[in-house]
């Protein structure tokens, strides 16, 4: 299992909302691991996981209106088990699967996404828009959140987890230069390419947090 939860910008103690959802699926994992591999079901575990979320949506949004305060975070996760995944989204972090080339899975909860997939607004245009960074939902800052789930048998390659921060500066074609399997021989090979690559974000004049997690199927 994988996570990433990036704590909103801009928003008050967003790194307080994305430790309580990290926390919660941690346990969540810990209480579950052993069960999953005798007999794990994508669908019903990607149910438990749109619960919690749901359920910390409503526990983080009543903690900030009783402090008249915001407090938001994303949620984008994993779980493999033998041959079989399932991810639950909510927000703009992202999750690559790195093959042949760099395959997007998920889909960003975010105005100009949707200003893209309605043919008001280009790609490219979507890429520099000032409201890049403007979610529709986020778990603690909605009224209600729908989750993306996305199912199926996991593919051999390179997953890549990754905060905002990271894809504004580096293409997926340098996600696939840098995390094809080949490359990334060891757990030491990935953590050295990974925070080689994060560097390059931060020296490109990235200012936002970067999270970045990679699994690598064989």
């Given at each position: 299992m994988a996570a990433v939860c990036d704590g909103m910008g801009g928003l008050d103690m967003g790194e307080v909302a994305s430790s309580e959802v990290i926390r919660e699926f941690e346990a969540w994992f810990s209480?579950?691991?052993?069960?999953?591999?005798?007999?794990?079901?994508?669908e019903e575990a990607a149910?438990?996981?749109?619960?919690?979320?749901?359920?910390?949506?409503?526990?983080?949004?009543?903690?900030?209106?009783?402090?008249e305060m915001e407090i938001g975070t994303t949620f984008t996760g994993i779980l493999m088990v033998n041959e079989s995944f399932m991810a639950v989204h909510v927000g703009d972090s992202r999750i690559y699967h790195i093959g042949s080339e760099a395959a997007l899975l998920t889909t960003d909860h975010t105005f100009v996404e949707r200003e893209v997939r309605s043919g008001r607004m280009t790609r490219q245009e979507a890429m520099s828009d000032m409201r890049r960074n403007l979610l529709l939902q986020c778990i603690g800052a909605s009224r209600r959140i729908e989750p993306q789930i996305i199912t199926g048998r996991a593919k051999a390659g390179t997953y890549l987890l990754c905060s905002d921060g990271f894809r504004h500066e580096i293409s997926p074609r340098e996600m696939e230069e840098s995390f094809s399997g080949g490359r990334l021989k060891d757990r030491s090979a990935m953590k050295k390419e990974a925070r080689r690559m994060v560097n390059e974000a931060i020296g490109?004049?990235?200012?936002?947090?970067?999270?970045?997690?990679?699994?690598?199927?064989n």
């Open positions: 209480l579950n691991a052993r069960n999953l591999i005798s007999r794990f079901n994508p149910r438990q996981w749109c619960r919690m979320l749901d359920r910390l949506n409503t526990d983080i949004r009543r903690f900030s209106l009783k402090r490109r004049g990235e200012k936002d947090n970067i999270s970045v997690i990679l699994i690598k199927k």
